[in-house]
């Protein structure tokens, strides 16, 4: 299956992907942001759209709708106190500027839409080297404030009467999430980012004793749905977005129910 030229940079970009998810999820689900992220799913399909109307590549469309939504959320949650409010007003001005633009590249319409379900097939060279580049910008950044994200996860109230300077922290994590979205795109599509971007951290959420296993039990429950959802999808050429969510639902489900039985 590997002697395949896009199987390999699927498998490849996949793995990264699962990997960068699977860190990024289990904060995501601690800072309480899915529907945010479900957000910066749907406003990356617009990034494409607007991507492929400018003549740019798809996935720099993506980080610059992306990065702007995060970054007009950051602002606008310290200016107004109805944040699910702010979250719609966004998300609904992106999706209608997608539906612009995506009417406006009709003629390149059909990538625009592998773009909203994601394919195997439509994984090149380039791609592989733009997701390498981008995925390793999160994870140094994660690594690198790994202690004052973990502090201000855990407990923001003390985190704000810290030393700690937790604006900053919340817009870089918020951009980290659009870089992120961006890049597993190419994979599960816009539309289903946060299949990704939720379920391995809320599995792992069942097992995990401490951080540590939280990350590495997240980073594997992506990894199972990935590689999974590649190799079915290559064995009966079907949507690799669906075996995905298919596999990462039946390990949370599987979960609810085993739960159950240890209790």
Not at 45 to 55: E, K, L, N, P, Q
Not at 64 to 77: D, Q
Not at 217 to 229: E, F, K, N, Q, R
Request: proline share 3%; hydrophobic share 60%.
């Amino acid at each position: 299956m590997l002697n395949s030229e896009f199987m390999f940079n699927s498998f490849v970009s996949g793995t990264v992907i699962a990997i960068v998810c699977g860190i990024m999820s289990t904060f995501v689900l601690i800072r309480k942001l899915p529907f945010l992220t479900h957000m910066i799913s749907e406003i990356g399909f617009s990034g494409a759209a607007f991507g492929i109307f400018a003549g740019l590549p798809p996935i720099t469309g993506m980080l610059i709708f992306t990065t702007l939504a995060a970054v007009m959320t950051s602002v606008g949650a310290n200016k107004f106190s109805s944040n699910d409010a702010l979250v719609s007003v966004i998300s609904a001005l992106f999706m209608g500027s997608g539906a612009l633009f995506l009417t406006l590249a009709k003629g390149n319409a059909s990538y625009t839409t592998t773009l909203m379900f994601g394919s195997i097939t439509a994984i090149t060279k380039q791609n592989v080297i733009q997701i390498l580049v981008v995925a390793g910008i999160v994870l140094i950044t994660i690594l690198l404030m790994f202690r004052p994200l973990k502090f201000d996860s855990f407990d923001p109230i003390a985190a704000q009467y810290s030393s700690l300077k937790t604006y900053w922290i919340s817009l870089i994590f918020l951009i980290l999430t659009a870089f992120t979205a961006s890049v597993a795109a190419q994979i599960v599509g816009a539309l289903l980012i946060f299949v990704l971007l939720t379920l391995p951290a809320a599995i792992a959420f069942y097992w995990g004793r401490n951080f540590s296993e939280l990350i590495i039990l997240s980073v594997l429950c992506a990894l199972i749905g990935t590689w999974g959802g590649l190799y079915l999808s290559y064995v009966t050429d079907l949507p690799v977005t669906f075996f995905i969510t298919l596999i990462e639902a039946i390990l949370f489900f599987a979960t609810l129910i085993a739960k159950k039985f240890i209790r």
